[in-house]
């Protein structure tokens, strides 16, 4: 790790960008898109603010690489949690909910971008729309194999649950963040599990 001569630590390109992710998705879900400026966030990471540029060439760009890298980690996490065996959709939502206890500054970056992108002028307003959609279509897509398995009523419309399932956790997130003594995921579990088929028993 070499230094340059105005002091700054000099980084390699990789973990200089990791750096910049992390600082910035604090920024961020402190104050906000329009409340973050680039060069608070090269102040707080070490670095000039062309040299934030090099890395990230506009705030609009900063933010969407923060929440692909944040979905595709979380993505990643509980993907390997079951390495392709059977899944429930309780199983499924709950690796989600339970990995988002154990990252709350995340979580509250999420929240409050997904309030901020409602404005067709914000740059993430098309990743989010795009990953609502992904993950109700994923989760209505668990929400069949269960019914096709006896696990879930097939009365369940699987579109309109997945949709009920994501408001419910979006909410429960909100209250989460203002008050952390709510049990977040104890609560949607027991959501979940009246969704599912108590098996009968034969005589």
Known sequence: MARAETGRV????AARREQILAVAAD???IAGFRGTSL???AQKVGVSQPGLLHHFDS??????????QRDLQDEQYVEAQFQGEDVTTREWLMAFCRRNETQPGLVRLFTVQAAESLDPAHPAHDFFYQRNQRVRGR???????????GRMSPSLDPAATAAELVSLMNGLQLQWLRDPAIDMCGLFETSLLRL?????TKA
């Open 10 to 13: 000099r980084r390699p390109a």
């Open 27 to 29: 920024a961020f879900a």
């Open 39 to 41: 060069a608070e966030v």
């Open 59 to 68: 705030k609009e760009a900063l933010i969407l690489a923060v929440l692909q």
């Open 139 to 149: 989760i209505a897509r668990l929400i069949v194999a269960d019914q096709e398995k």
């Open 196 to 200: 599912e088929t108590v098996p009968t």
